[in-house]
């Protein structure tokens, strides 16, 4: 599981930032990758990491602020030029179906593929499969704005064979049962737990990735103990009352939440295009003041999760 940032700049395009748009790869857990937010030219920033189209499975839009949407109609029409392609499923806040169809529409394009578009008005499970949980929190932007909740499920237990041989337990049809945590009666007339016979359970891992908002609690549902929370941090903090009334946080804000929500590893991104790349250090130094484990992401910036 790895996020690689495609787009990390807020609001317009600099000559080192694209606008945001944020790729989670699940090639190893589910062959698919996931896109968060699809700014202009996302589909250029895919091409140039080696991301295939063919692959996406599932877009989640934050906001329909142009800055996170614009990408969208080339992106899913690219697409359609590719042959056999897989159903894409679009989230999005109201309003994101009548954009997708007005486009399509007027330009006389087409899909050759399913989109399955799920607008979304409040709070819910969007996603709850055999590996994945996703919820939504509505965060405090100036246009209805949603934040994501990723879960993975924790991995079923192997049973740990070492333990077995030790225990004289040859293999044979009862390991599927032991394996099931059922109890079994072997040939030899002993009667054993499988639960006894499990190695570690392995934790599924979580994290958020918000879109545009000032501090709130919603950030703080969203984020409680992920291993991995995305926020925006678009203004350093002498700027907390302009970022703040264009709903906005500051690095200092973005910090404070990580804090609060006891995550394991902050990572900003939507920089003013005021900042440029040599700001990055000052940049994340005042996040790191009050929550140390903070990186800043840059376009193509890549961040295995653990
Ligand atoms: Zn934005
Ligand atoms: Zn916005």
Redesign the pocket.
């Known amino acids: 599981m790895k996020l690689i940032f495609l787009g990390t700049s ?2 317009t395009v600099t000559v080192e930032r694209n606008v ?1 748009a944020l790729l989670l790869d699940l090639i190893k857990e589910r062959n698919t990758l996931w896109l968060f937010d699809c700014g202009e030219a996302t589909q250029h920033q895919m091409l140039k990491a080696k991301l295939s189209l063919a692959k996406l499975e599932k877009i989640f839009i934050t906001h329909l ?1 142009g ?2 949407l614009f990408g969208l109609p080339g992106l899913l029409t690219t697409r359609s030029l590719m042959q056999n392609m897989s159903p894409l499923t679009l989230y999005g806040p109201k309003g994101i179906k009548q954009f997708i169809e007005t486009v399509i529409d007027i330009s006389s394009s087409w899909l050759t593929y399913k989109l399955d578009i799920v607008e979304i008005e409040h709070p819910m499970t969007l996603v709850d499969d055999q590996t994945f949980i996703v919820t939504c929190e509505a965060l405090s932007h100036r246009v209805l704005c949603f934040g994501y909740r990723i879960v993975e499920k924790d991995k079923s237990p192997r049973l740990d064979i070492e333990k077995l041989n030790a225990d004289g337990i040859l293999f044979g049809p009862h390991y599927a049962k032991l394996k099931l945590g059922q109890i079994v009666q072997l040939d030899d007339g002993r009667v054993i737990d499988g639960r006894q016979y499990w190695g570690a359970v392995k934790k599924g891992r979580k994290l958020a990735i918000l879109g ?1 908002t000032v501090p709130c609690d919603a950030s703080i549902i969203l984020a409680k103990h992920v291993d991995v929370l995305v926020h925006e941090a678009t203004q350093k903090h002498d700027l907390v009352q302009k970022a703040n009334e264009r709903g906005h946080s500051t690095t200092v804000q973005a910090a404070e939440i990580a804090l609060k929500s006891q995550v394991k590893k902050l990572i900003i991104t ?1 920089i003013s295009p005021r900042y440029c790349l040599e700001n990055n250090q000052s940049i994340v130094d005042e996040c790191r003041k009050i929550f140390v484990n903070t990186e800043i992401a840059s376009d193509f910036s890549e961040f295995e999760i653990e």
Do not use: E, K, L, Q
């Open positions: 807020a609001g945001s602020h800055d996170h545009d939507h």
